[in-house]
């Protein structure tokens, strides 16, 4: 039976480009017919758009599409490039070759634009390319940004190119891992190899001086990576990039069956999603949550910025996994540039490549900077001037961003915006054990020695380090609960006990029931916190 086709076609000049597709999933590796078929030429192509939608809901379509008007000059010529829709299948092994002839010119086209220093090295054991941007400040030498790269996770095309820029225009050291590689090491050896490093990297930089990114490969692993890291517990870092990615093995969206790596021209194997997956996924469940972590829990992921484009094969993968962070309530955003192919940002000569570096590039920045700002805790007792003064600095140097920023909008209401609780502990060793033990609450974070981050239902609790502690004559924080009776029995058998207080009229269990009916039951946390149940 013939299987049903889409073909899109992208008109230049007096060119057409033919692109047959089918819905469904495509490697991220390069993907070639079992046997060469002759290329499609200008007089085969059709030259009017058709659609055809059969019984199972199959679009059966032809489009002409011309290149818009609203990219550069240099991005235009870009498109009109002929690329044959047909060839001889490529090795795994020439694939490697091409690629690292490829980077191998990039970092030279990168470097003339951002000069840097790069060095080879090892880091927990895995190999490692540092590069350090000319005239790092001295501010940012305790910052570190971490880059998984792309390359289909079979090859490498990013360390030099997502660190180069990056670095150049953050003035931050960047740190890209060269992981292990599929099929010779399928999943989670990547994943095991970006976490080693991060955690040797925690004994040197504060996770709140980290961030983590990627693009394509590097892109799925970075939201793989930072789910594990919420798995094994481990201090998140201040900010993730997550650029041309996916988090959903196991539903692979429209834009695989639509565009190819150079986006509606060259070749598209129709999908075949054992092939495609295996190398990588080694058979392991595609809904597993760290292979897949758009099936994690999301709740408390640092501040993820998106970027992705209109002829990107992830385009799908990209945006259903930024309205994954949405719903989870983490501080998402997405951008789409117009009509450019995966990775666009790889390529030194277009203007919108050097706008993508350096808007991901300003987004970490921010990120690292404001950290300090909204998070007080991070300065010891007794610096108040100390804080107001990087306060100071750090409004001047937003000021231009905050004139844009919701803050300022007249429409601008907290009730839209998640609440964050804060306690404080004078030990965070006996705060973990009272929060995730006791009350079992999960956390989400250790951002010693200035925080514990525990998610309490969907808000975020930051249990701070403090030097001083006088606890206050009042509830700090308060759980609403079904039936307090029962919450109050299994918390006393966990050791906790609960407090009374003279002419309250409390019952056996120390529950106190208020003229309207409610009832309240009062404990403390190790540092003398007051907490409370209630049922209402």
């Known amino acids: 039976m013939r299987r049903p086709q889409h073909i899109i076609e992208a008109h230049s ?45 199959t679009a059966h379509i032809t489009r002409v599409v011309p290149i818009p008007k609203t990219i550069s000059p240099e991005a235009q010529h870009r498109l009109s490039r002929p690329e044959p829709d047909q060839g001889p299948p490529q090795s795994l092994t020439e694939r490697r070759k091409g690629t690292d002839a490829y980077t191998a010119r990039a970092r ?11 060095v080879e090295d090892k880091v927990a054991g895995v190999p490692v390319r540092i590069v350090t941007p000319e005239g790092l400040p001295e501010a940012n030498r305790d910052k570190v940004l971490l880059n998984l790269h792309g390359g289909g996770f079979n090859s490498d095309s990013g360390s030099y190119t997502e660190s180069i820029p990056i670095a150049g225009y953050s003035k931050i050291k960047v740190v890209a891992v060269l992981y292990r590689l599929a099929p010779e090491h399928p999943f989670p050896a990547a994943v095991d190899d970006s976490v080693a490093v991060y955690k040797e990297l925690l004994k040197t930089y504060q996770p709140s001086h980290i961030v983590l990114y990627g693009t394509s490969a590097g892109a799925i692993l970075t939201a793989e990576v930072a789910a594990r890291l919420k798995q094994l517990g481990l201090p998140l870092p201040s900010a993730l990039g997550i650029f041309s990615g996916m988090g959903d093995y196991s539903r692979p969206g429209d834009s695989m069956a639509m565009y ?7 070749h598209l194997d129709p999908p075949n999603p054992e092939r495609a997956l295996s190398e990588y996924t080694g058979g392991r469940d595609l809904r597993d949550p760290v292979l897949s972590p758009i099936f994690s ?19 799908s993968g990209t945006i259903n996994l930024h309205r994954a962070y949405l719903n989870a309530g983490v501080d998402a955003r997405l951008v ?21 570096n350096k808007m991901m590039a300003d987004f970490f920045v921010q990120h690292l900077s404001k950290w300090a700002l909204v998070c007080g805790e991070a ?16 409004l001047v140097a937003n000021r231009n961003q905050l004139q844009h920023d919701e803050l300022m909008a007249s429409d601008f209401h907290l009730n839209e915006h998640p609440l964050i609780a804060f306690v404080p502990t004078l030990d965070p060793d006996r705060a973990k054990a009272f929060y995730r033990d006791l009350l079992g609450l999960r956390l989400t974070s250790e951002q010693l020695p200035f925080a514990l981050v525990f998610d309490a239902h969907g808000t975020m609790l930051r249990v701070v380090v403090v030097k001083e502690l006088t606890p206050p004559p009042y509830t700090a924080l308060g759980w609403e609960v079904p039936n307090i009776q029962n919450a109050v029995a299994t918390l006393a058998a966990r050791g906790i006990q609960f407090q009374t207080y003279p002419n309250m009229n409390q019952d056996d269990l120390a529950i106190w029931t208020a003229p309207g009916g409610s009832k309240v039951a009062w404990f403390r946390d190790p540092d003398g916190n007051t907490l409370s149940l209630s049922q209402n």
């Open 13 to 57: 000049m007096s060119r057409l480009f033919i692109l047959p597709l089918l819905l469904g999933c495509a490697t991220l590796q390069a993907q070639q017919p079992a046997t060469a078929l002759e290329p499609t030429t200008a007089a085969q192509a059709p030259t009017r758009d058709t659609s055809y939608i059969d019984s199972q809901g």
């Open 108 to 118: 030279v086209e990168w470097t003339r634009l951002c000069p840097n220093q790069l």
């Open 260 to 266: 190819s790596l150079r986006g509606l021209s060259g």
């Open 297 to 315: 829990d999301l709740h408390g992921l640092p501040p993820t910025l998106f970027v992705t484009s209109g002829r990107d094969l992830l385009l």
């Open 336 to 356: 789409v540039f117009d009509a450019l192919p995966h990775a666009f940002w790889y390529d030194s000569t277009l203007p919108e490549a050097i706008e993508a």
């Open 379 to 394: 300065y010891p007792l007794g610096t108040a001037r100390r804080t107001r003064l990087v306060q100071h600095e750090l």
